[in-house]
């Protein structure tokens, strides 16, 4: 059963700065799988259909710095054969893999695109093979894929290569300066709670769900703020589906006094301490 759980925010889209607009948008598309819903010389926006952008490309012709920003954008397919497919389709393409792993809760495939920007592919388990404990904390682990078993168990494989229109953006996983203290952050601000910790790394997440935001400080301390300016990510976007809770984190962005690049009635734009921007819109459900 796909996406059994329930949440009160999360990820709704991402906005790279790219070099080289072109390439990167037929790597999405023809790569990856997503569909172009709108184009220009200088902006892209990919979805799965024709309404809702999940990646959105922005050109951007300065040179990319290290600084703190994108760990990579989880890409959550709906079952275990749609990961089959993706992965398929990679092998297909020669794209070269980072790695596999299975993670407990979900099985995931780990890759880059032309431009350094992190990306990971996967499906979530059935809810019931989840670690979850009495505390609400959900246990991960890092183990090998069977990536045989995936390609021997896939039928029925399309000629021409899409994501499923259940597709959605799974997580952000970001690389901070201090991985606790940014988690904090969020969990403070958004309503988030976490579900599992290490000592350099957290996952947070709405709801009953394993994780909508991660967070590491595996770069290091002494990287430069994300700047906006330049190439990688440039905005990420948190949906809420309640009115109160939207406004109640509006409230705390102001108590924590985050810098507010542009405040609607309907969203605002902030920043956070490691020059991150975040959307939050209202999105009620239907």
Known sequence: ????????????????????????????????????????????????????????????????????????????????????????????????????????????????????????????????????RESGQIIGITERLDIDNLLDSLVNVPNNYKLSEKTRIGHIHLSVKDAKISSKLYQNVFGFDEKFAIPTASWIASGNYHHHLAFNNWAGPNLSKNQEDRPGISLLTIAYNDDNLFRDSLKKAQLYQLTFLEKQDHYYIIEDFDGIRIKVILKPEN
């Open 1 to 132: 059963m796909p996406y059994p759980y329930k949440a009160n925010h999360s990820i709704e889209s991402i906005t790279l700065k790219v070099n080289d607009l072109v390439n990167l948008v037929n790597f999405y598309s023809d790569i990856i799988g997503l569909t172009v819903i709108d184009k220009s010389s200088t902006r892209a926006l990919l979805g799965v259909n024709q309404k809702i952008p999940l990646i959105i490309l922005e050109k951007n012709e300065l040179e990319k710095h290290s600084t703190y920003g994108l760990y990579h954008t989880a890409i959550l397919v709906p079952d275990e054969y749609h990961l089959s497919l993706a992965l398929n389709h990679l092998l297909s393409q020669h794209i070269p893999l980072e790695g596999g792993a299975d993670h407990g809760y979900s099985n995931a495939i780990y890759l880059s695109d032309p431009e350094g920007n992190g990306i990971e592919i996967y499906n979530d388990k059935d809810i019931s093979m989840w670690d979850i």
